[in-house]
């Protein structure tokens, strides 16, 4: 009998130790390459706000014809996010992630092209069209790699690619646009295609080195495998929704959904408007460019650490309250004292909030989805949540028209973050299923 427990317990010991050299091995291949997809794209989701110091002027567009622009992108988004998931289930999520890069990258660069406010909208849809499905994908695919001690932090590095976007967005932006009047284009026209074009590489390069799933990668060895199988296989999830209908009778998923509406609509709304806010305090372009990064560096390191702490320590949704509250709060700040050094502080504050609390929220619905549940659930998570991206600028946009100041859009994103803390701290009894 002792033998057999020491038998058991080196046999358990080998499978710990597989398990985490999988882990290790899984998460140097594939985080990095997703986490750089999603820089790439995130750029040519956010540039606008860049674009927009110069190319308003040129196509005639109002701040709220741009808010309406930059915020349509997520009607096609959201609307395409559960059939583009479905697909990917389908398909394989190495064929359709790199489906996705390649024709959000074309249709990125083709931005460059557009002549009035109709083109615009017209371009921003189907960009929201084409790139439906890479998040909540890549989402679905790290399930099927990570087991849940390891997803918040692989979640968060790939979600640090929104602040560190921000990071390179500003300085590359505005240096593309001094190429302005090269060949007969425009500084912001040559943004779009330099920035553009790099997604539809990078949607080549998915296609010739992704893997599905630790089974078909050549790189692990039998027991790597067999043990990151297991591990993913045999976590406990509470009550698990593995179809798409299941999941359109759980609370919990719209609950999940309202929540990342709230802080969303804050996440956007700073970032695409930041570059503008900054401009009415007499900055050069560069220099916004240069200053708009400082936030979401700030915001980089935040999401890495906090990502750590929770996966560590658990507490998921009290530190996702805490993150929301920090948006709000920092929020206010830059509205009520509107000094160039202190309004800067209170969004790199907010931007800090945001960005933390994407990489904690993203490893909330795993824990009751599995199979076609969780990549129709997470896409369905993501499309009413994303709708805050078209709300956000719209909002902005509509009250900077209507008042004037961008204080009043800034007080209204506060709240709808506030109210996502508030959501997070009562989550609990929907996760522990009282519903």
């Known amino acids: 009998m002792l033998a057999n427990s020491t038998d058991e317990a080196a046999q358990a010991a080998s499978s710990a130790t597989a398990e985490d050299t999988a882990i290790r091995k899984a998460a140097w291949r594939l985080v990095p390459l997703m986490t750089l997809c999603f820089l790439v794209n995130y750029i040519d989701r956010t540039n606008i706000g860049f674009a927009a110091l110069t190319m308003n002027k040129d196509l005639g567009l109002t701040s709220e014809m741009f808010g309406w622009g930059a915020g349509i992108l997520f009607v096609g988004y959201c609307l395409f996010e559960v059939p583009s998931n479905a697909m990917l289930y ?3 999520p190495r064929i359709w992630l790199a489906r996705i890069m390649i024709t959000w990258g074309l249709l990125s660069a083709a931005t460059a092209f ?3 406010p109709k083109s615009f909208y017209a371009i921003r849809f189907l960009l929201g069209v084409a790139e439906a499905g890479f998040n909540p994908g890549v989402m679905f695919f790290f399930m099927t790699w990570f087991p849940k001690r390891f997803r918040s932090r692989a979640l968060a590095y790939f979600q640090m690619a929104i602040p560190l976007s921000a990071v390179i967005s500003g300085p590359l932006s505005v240096v593309i646009m001094q190429a302005d009047g090269a060949f007969g284009l425009a500084g912001w026209q040559w943004m779009f295609i330099i920035e553009g074009l790099p997604a539809a590489i990078l949607g080549v390069v998915l296609l010739m080195v992704l893997v599905e799933k630790p089974s078909n990668a050549k790189w ?3 027991d790597e495998k067999q043990a990151l199988t297991d591990a993913i296989t045999n976590e406990p999830r509470g009550k698990v929704n593995h179809n798409f209908r299941a999941v359109l009778r759980d609370p919990r998923v719209f609950v999940l959904s309202i929540l990342q509406f709230g802080f969303t609509v804050g996440s956007y709304g700073i970032g695409i408007f930041l570059p503008q806010i900054l401009k009415e305090h007499q900055l050069s372009i560069l220099t916004i460019g240069l200053l708009s990064a400082v936030p979401y560096i700030c915001g980089c390191v935040a999401t890495v650490l906090w990502s750590g702490a929770v996966d560590r ?12 509250a920090l948006g709000a709060a920092g929020l206010l700040v830059s509205v009520w004292i ?3 050094s ?6 790199t504050i907010a931007v800090i909030g945001v ?7 993203w490893s909330i619905p795993p824990q009751f989805l599995a199979g076609s549940g969780a990549a129709s659930g997470l896409a369905l998570i993501s499309s009413i949540g994303a709708f805050g991206g078209f709300m956000g600028p719209v909002l902005m946009g509509w009250l900077k028209t209507a008042t004037g100041s961008f ?4 007080m209204c994103l506060a709240a709808l973050i506030a109210f996502s803390g508030v959501l997070a701290m009562l989550l609990p009894l929907w996760l522990r299923g009282k519903h």
Not at 314 to 320: A, F, H, I, K, S
């Open 407 to 410: 204080s009043t859009g800034l």
């Open 114 to 116: 557009v002549v009035g």
């Open 90 to 92: 389908r398909f394989g």
């Open 220 to 222: 692990l060895n039998p």
């Open 342 to 347: 202190v309004a800067m502080i209170g969004l």
């Open 355 to 361: 960005t933390s609390a994407r990489g904690i929220f």
């Open 313 to 324: 320590r658990g507490r998921r949704t009290v530190n996702l309250a805490i993150t929301c």
């Open 338 to 340: 509107p000094s160039l």
